[in-house]
């Protein structure tokens, strides 16, 4: 591709991101398709939501126990490498699980168990990723970077659930995760092509007590800073209260809309519709003036439309509000970051931003936890009502401070 200073998209102007982005699309397809097949798995085996919740929480505790050593291991060593041994390394936990499926074998805590090793690996894989991106292109190009990666992860967002509800219908839930152990060879081998070189960030202490001076610096640094301190406050509220909606579109697939796999795989698709359309924009556009305006906007839509979803019971009405959804949360996320990114310091940025995936995802087992508790009890949909509507009160106490960011 030939450079030009007006070119849309100019992140992709850039090779190693370029095969960089073409790797993850293929892989994040595989990881939906794993996901989607994962909780109707857990459903088909159990029936309860209470189990969607355990299994969602297994996969993400370990982000929140591991990932700030993730992030320091990311400006310790070389992310190209590491990123290669967390994604050889995904690929076995995916292959067992089609094994044990395809023989009948499978139990929920068998689930559990190869979602907690999923999740240890990805504790260490998602701060090196977020913090390579600056790596391969400049930070004039980031948010395009940034928005690119996150077109590519809901984009695969739509394809995958699509998949796999297509796939678990005439194929079965094992040969989505076959699917998946081979997609990771995509971004195995598109990582392995970047010819950038990786910074490392060396220190003097190699000690243990420097890691927790390491974990310091980059809590004092978001200490500090104001702006980046509410974006984290928001960020973990909604990990909290708001994306664990998407463990219990299962429930609503089955019992509340009565729409099957098939119907479940579009659920999934509408919300990553949605958020694909977000993520489309912001590349597009490159530079937004108003960053936190569109936050705020972004903020607001994600909690409104979350709470008409979950008072619906229209399957149409369902697709339509999980578009607005998707856009809503992914906006935030997207310009959040770019912020976040542009304003720590290139030494830092490893652990800032595995503060960002702790809250992020880290988060998520006590969202799941509690979704899945409230589902059990007083029903999914109820559940969803209650925990958007934090969101949405959340959203209107930070809004004014919001609107005077600027990404």
Not at 63 to 74: K, M, R, W
Not at 106 to 115: G, K, N, R, S
Not at 183 to 192: R, V
Not at 319 to 347: C, H, K
Request: hydrophobic share 50%.
């Amino acid at each position: 591709m030939k450079k030009g200073n007006n070119q849309r998209f100019p992140a992709l102007y850039v090779r190693d991101f370029r095969v960089f982005w073409i790797g993850q699309l293929i892989s994040f397809s595989g990881t939906w398709m794993q996901s989607t097949a994962q909780g109707w798995l857990v459903y088909s085996l159990t029936r309860s939501p209470l189990y969607l919740g355990i299994v969602a929480t297994s996969s993400s505790l370990p982000v929140l126990l591991f990932t700030l050593f993730g992030g320091i291991a990311a400006d310790r060593f070389k992310k190209k490498k590491l990123l290669l041994i967390t994604q050889s390394l995904s690929t076995l936990p995916a292959l067992f699980l089609g094994l044990i499926t395809d023989f009948k074998i499978v139990t929920p805590w068998h689930i559990i168990i190869i979602a907690f090793v999923l999740g240890t690996i990805s504790a260490f894989d998602l701060p090196a990723r977020q913090s390579f991106l600056i790596e391969m292109v400049q930070r004039g190009k980031l948010m395009n970077a940034i928005a690119l990666n996150s077109a590519a992860f809901n984009g695969a967002r739509i394809i995958g659930p699509l998949l796999a509800g297509f796939t678990i219908a005439y194929a079965g839930a094992a040969a989505c995760f076959y699917i998946n152990a081979i997609s990771f060879i995509a971004a195995i081998i598109a990582i392995s092509r970047i010819k950038g070189v990786s910074l490392v960030h060396q220190t003097q202490q190699h000690h243990f007590t420097a890691f927790f001076k390491d974990l310091r610096d980059g809590f004092k640094f978001i200490g500090l800073n104001k702006p980046i301190r509410r974006i984290m406050i928001l960020v973990a509220t909604f990990s909290l209260f708001g994306i664990p909606f998407v463990t219990l579109l299962p429930v609503f697939a089955e019992d509340i809309l009565g729409v099957g796999a098939k119907g479940l795989g579009y659920l999934g698709g509408a919300s990553g519709t949605g958020a694909f359309i977000a993520a489309l924009i912001i590349a597009y556009k490159g530079e937004i003036r108003s960053g936190g305006i569109l936050m705020s906007i972004a903020a607001t839509t994600f909690s409104l439309s979350l709470i008409i979803f979950s008072l619906s019971h229209s399957y149409h009405l369902s697709l339509l509000i999980l578009v607005f959804t998707g856009w809503g949360i992914v906006s935030f996320l997207a310009l959040g970051n770019s912020f976040i990114q542009l304003t720590v310091p290139d030494e830092l940025r490893g652990r800032v931003m595995s503060v960002y995936t702790l809250l992020f995802l880290g988060l998520s087992p006590i969202g799941n936890s509690i979704i899945g508790l409230l589902a059990d009890t007083i029903g999914a949909d109820r559940a969803i009502t209650i925990s958007s509507t934090i969101c949405l009160l959340f959203t209107i106490l930070m809004i004014g401070e919001l609107k005077k960011l600027r990404s």
